[in-house]
């Protein structure tokens, strides 16, 4: 095992945990030496506490030795594509009963004759009407009935309803009649899981409003449940201090705050990787990144530009045709099913398909020899020669290249290829619908891939790096420190974060500058309220402003972030001409002599947590020929064959050393591939850049 992976003596830990499909990750930095210390193991889906336990024992970290707790997981993102979460009851104002499966209309695929939109997760007999209406600017039309909400609560106790959902027109004007809602249904159903709109989204738009709150309410029991029993289970072991949750937003919250606002961690994971990526660019003077993270059973992607991520006010969970919006603040990241898990079978006309389903922890991929019969990514890069099956985990997992041949064979029998030839071309496929996760991200949002670097992270991530920068065009790639543990590596650099926004309809030509800094001073009032609150001490205190911005006439709206000086020089034309920069940006052209509205005005508070350092590895005076370990046949195919490939040890190398591809560069829980043609140079800090060839 490589020594900075060696159990060591820490005291002041900061641990943070992110759970994949497959994998638990752990990253713990010691406050006091400034080491860090990382953990690995088979994530166990049916008691999730225990492979926590699993991995913080693995790695020889004691959770009594810890000041804070920071953890990701894919239990609130799983819940809602899995559909298995609460029964939940749905109260929305007397009228709209029905705009919850409405929606919005959409028909993205126009002549697709087959087209069925989406499902709401709350069944239209438990939708309920609550006799009230407030106008759109907030004042009371009709009164709550509240005999009414009473009698409806105490008819819902009889219909075994595990969570109630909340949703009153306008109440992002006045939350009156909402909250006076749900304190009916607590003190007539204490102890069930109830959720008000107005305290995740104070935005309008009354359907992505109710699709957000009835997500929320749908995956909070169990989110919730699960939150406080890890909690229990810490506090067993002796944690006695602070747990902080990872957002989608890559910022942290207290576990309290999570538990009630179970939707803002969908994107914990992935949105911790992203804050990672961020931090290694901005080491290294990279103004614009991808982030590109391949776990085991899923693929993300999301970008940096001018050295910050790119962010969302809204996402569509379940892809777009059949997606349920959630309208809460998050890193713009474009997930695609396929990973190592991924599971190839033989389709229609002798086709191959490459996920979405996937083999997960158990039974887990052939080669694991946990009782997997149907050939995975994984086991392709095996067959390949790109994974070594005693060097696997740093030789802790052994793998089973006869049982990876065995699956291989059943599928590539039905092809009437060979082995090999299957292999390749499951590893094509995952390549090709990986780079749609990069396209998204990039090309989607009128940016040139191209031009960024590729930051490729995720236990599977560096064996597919080159062969999906290929397909992209991009030529730059990047494979940080610790690349397999990487999503928990970031939650060390995330920040205390609290996003706040106001609906505020007003023309940009003519809105007073005072009824602006009034909206923004009670917003940022509030945040630095809650970071007062917390009890960690940030180092600082961070406010950033921005606006939901359109031409008048528009539908839709852009986010864009503002300098707090166009504020104090009171600039509207400066507000005006960084709208326009940001709708070319996005749609390839602006008109600077509209006028324009502002729709939503969004304010962020972070409190600024001490980061782990990065310093600079020592230089050697030996080349790469030093970190050699063995050599070996490995199949590519722009070679139509196998051929001899060096193998290097990782923590080996030094930086200023360089390798010409092909080449196999092993670490503790990844393994890059360099193929032919590729360039590859070690860095100050260790990162591996790969100049990709032709």
Known sequence: MPDDLRPM????????????????????FDETSGKLLFGKALSTHDDLPRGIQDTLDGAGVLCSEASLFLHGSTIAINTLLERTGARTALLITEGFRDIYEIGRVNRPDAYNLFFSKHTPLIERALRFEVPERLLADGQIYKE????????????????????????????????????????????????????????????????????????????????????????????AKGFKGSFYAVQSTGGLFPVAHARRECVRMLESGPAAGVIGAQAVA????????????????????????????????????????????????????????????????????????????SAGSMPGPACYGRGGTEPTVTDANLLLGRLDADH????????????????????????????????????RIAATAMSYAVKAVTTERGLDAGKFTMIVYGG????????????????????????????AYGMLFGDLRYDYVRSCFRKLANVPFADLESIYAEM???????????????????ITRAADMRYVGQEHAVTVELDNKLFADQDRSGLKAEFDRVHEVRYGTCAPSEPADLVSLRVTVTGVMRKPPMTPLEVSSQSAEAAIRATKPVY??????????????????????????????????????VQPGDRLEVDAYGNLLIAIGE
């Open 9 to 28: 003596k820490v005291g002041h830990l900061r641990i943070a945990v992110d759970i994949g499909g497959t994998f638990t990750d752990l990253a713990a």
């Open 460 to 487: 599977a991530g560096p064996l597919h790096a080159s062969a999906i920068a290929r397909e992209i065009g991009v030529r730059k790639v990047l494979i940080p420190y610790a690349p397999g543990y990487f999503s």
């Open 636 to 673: 590519f195919r722009s070679a139509g064959n196998h051929v001899p490939t060096k193998v290097y040890t990782r923590d080996r190398l030094r930086p200023g050393q360089k390798i010409e591809g092909p080449a196999l560069i092993e670490e503790h829980a990844s393994t890059t591939v």
């Open 524 to 542: 940022e009032a509030e945040g630095r309220a809650q970071v007062a609150s917390s009890r960690v001490n940030p180092t600082d205190i961070v």
């Open 392 to 427: 696997f985990l740093g030789g802790q997992m052994k793998l089973d290249i006869a049982a990876a041949k065995r699956a291989m064979e059943s599928v590539a029998q039905e092809l009437e290829l060979d082995a090999t030839q299957t292999a390749d071309g499951i590893l």
């Open 144 to 235: 709550l009935d509240e005999e009414r909400v009473r009698a409806t609560a105490r008819m819902l106790k009889t219909l075994n309803i595990e969570s109630v959902a909340v949703l009153l027109l306008h109440s992002y004007r006045n939350a009156d009649h909402e909250t006076r809602v749900k304190q009916i249904v607590q003190e007539e159903l204490p102890g069930i899981f109830v959720s008000a709109s107005h305290e995740l989204s104070q935005e309008y738009r009354e359907f992505e409003r109710v699709s957000t709150v009835a997500a929320n309410a749908y995956v909070g029991p169990r989110v919730s449940d699960y939150l406080g029993n890890l909690e229990t289970h810490l506090e």
């Open 282 to 357: 901005a080491q290294l003077g990279l103004a614009d990144a991808i982030a590109f993270d391949m776990g085991g059973t899923t693929a993300k992607a999301g970008v940096i530009e001018n050295g910050k991520p790119l962010t969302t006010g809204s996402a569509l969970i379940g892809g777009y045709e059949k997606a349920l919006p959630i309208q809460i603040p998050m890193i713009d990241i474009f997930e695609v099913g396929t990973g190592g898990g991924s599971i190839a079978r033989a389709g229609k006309g002798k086709s191959l398909r490459v996920g979405p389903h």
